[in-house]
Structure formats: C-alpha cells, structure tokens
C-alpha cells in the first residue's frame, strides 16, 4: 500500500466551497500547504473553476477535496470526524473559536473527564472536528 488520506467531497449547499475551505483549514494549522488544485474547465460536467480534485497538507498529513454539484443524498457527518490533539491551551482556544465560526458546537470545550480539554464541532461546511488538549 502507497498511501491512505482522507478525501473531502463538497456537496449539496457546500458544493463549490472546497478551495475556500482547504485555504481556510491550511490557514489554521502549522505544517501546512495546499499542494496541488485542479479545476474543471468550461464544458465538462461541473461549473468550470470548481474543484475537480485538490490536494493539501494539514499538519504534514495528506487530504484531498473536491467539489460536486450532482444531486447526493449525502453530506458530511459527525460520524466521521478529523481528530485533533492539540499542544496547548492557547492553540486548542484559537482552533476551535475559528473553526466553530458560521459552524455548530457538538461538545463545547470543556472537561469531560476523559480529557482535560476536548471539544467537538461542525464547521461552516459541515466537516466535523474533534479538538482535545494533548497532555
């Protein structure tokens, strides 16, 4: 096996958000880049500019994203989420304000007892995140 990476597809009211996001997400985390953006072109079956596939680095992990305008009867959900362990109190805050932002809280930040700091969230496009304080 090469490699595995998480692929986010854009759909439904998200649908042509996936460079605004993966610039978003690149922006929030160190160790971060988007490494490659392809784009439809005029006459193929997507709105041309729209993300045909991208490719970015968050925290030296690989994620791809792409954006669809079919109609899907499915959409992000909690169930599957990116899980985060963060360095400090400081970080957790930061992250965590910025990505609950036009989002919804699951689980504010707080202690829960298995972690001193951990919260759990959908951010504006819908993709979940867990954020816990690393001890």
């Known amino acids: 096996m090469k490699s595995i990476a998480t ?6 009211e998200q649908a042509g958000k996936a460079e605004e996001a993966i610039r978003f997400y690149t922006s929030l985390f160190a160790g ?4 490659d953006i392809q784009r439809y072109q005029a006459g193929e079956h997507e709105p041309e500019g729209s993300v045909k596939m991208a490719k970015f680095i968050i925290n030296g992990r690989e994620f ?17 989420s990116l899980y ?5 109190a ?3 805050e930061e992250v965590f304000k910025a990505l609950a932002e036009g989002g919804s809280e ?16 959908n951010d504006r496009y819908g993709v979940s995140w867990q954020l816990n304080l690393s001890n």
Request: hydrophobic share 45%; charged share 15%; aromatic share 14%.
């Open 7 to 12: 692929s986010l597809m854009f759909v439904g």
């Open 32 to 35: 971060s880049e988007i490494v």
């Open 64 to 80: 791809m994203a792409l954006d669809s305008h079919l109609d899907h009867q499915f959409t992000f959900t909690p169930s599957m």
């Open 84 to 88: 985060v362990e963060c360095e400090s």
């Open 90 to 92: 400081s970080e957790i």
């Open 106 to 121: 699951l689980m504010p930040l707080d202690n829960y007892g298995f972690s001193q700091k951990f919260g759990w969230l």
